[in-house]
């Protein structure tokens, strides 16, 4: 009958077990079983450490990614509901504002509900940007220094051309760029990347109000 050898380690093993019966370990057995041991845990430690990194470069793909939608998500928002669309740079978009209403156009008192007329109808007539008495007001978003900024009108001063600073709305974007598919439909593409890992994404956003 054939007979299954086991390995040396189980071997070294049964006998530090079995040390109180004076059968001892021979120095070449302990130093071989530590070996292996040595062995088993450096593989085990390798493996974790592969996972950790994995784990942290899908976070981190996650986070960007994240951030990234929100600002498309915030760019196609407006997108949708203007009547005019600029590029005044290959890193700049420029459309009108026809989205927000979130002020009292009578005392430009804020109100999140808004007061049924769009914060770009400044006189109420519920038109927007139909003459000088109700000029063009603009949102504005352009890559500045590895971040994409937003520049807001400020509806609270009642004064037609006053704009809020700009604002972050996106940091780590190494690329920003805007193409017209057609005279309505925009394509957007964003890049970002944090120094261990990159993402990009595309979006097409069509003016309704545009032909």
Known sequence: MRTIKKPLIFTALKKISDLGDNSGLTLIELLISILILSIVVVGLHQALDTSLTAYDDTSDKR???ARGRFAMERMVRFLQETDLIQIPSPD??????????????FN??????????????????GLVNEDATDPI????????????????????????????GWKVICEQVTGFSCSFLTSNVLEIQLTLNDGKS????????KARLLN
Do not use: C, I, W
């Not at 700049?92 to 156009?105: F, G």
């Not at 008192?109 to 769009?118: A, F, I, V």
């Open 63 to 65: 986070e960007l990614l």
């Open 92 to 105: 700049e978009l420029k459309v009108s504002e026809r989205l927000l209403d979130t002020y009292n156009n």
């Open 108 to 125: 430009h008192q804020y109100m999140p509900g808004g007061d049924g007329y769009l914060d770009a109808d400044e006189d109420q007539d």
């Open 137 to 164: 007001t603009y949102v504005t978003f352009k890559l500045n220094g590895g971040n994409l900024e937003e520049e807001l009108p400020n509806y609270k001063t009642g004064s037609t051309g006053d704009y809020l």
């Open 198 to 205: 990159e993402v990009s994404l595309k979006t097409r956003a």
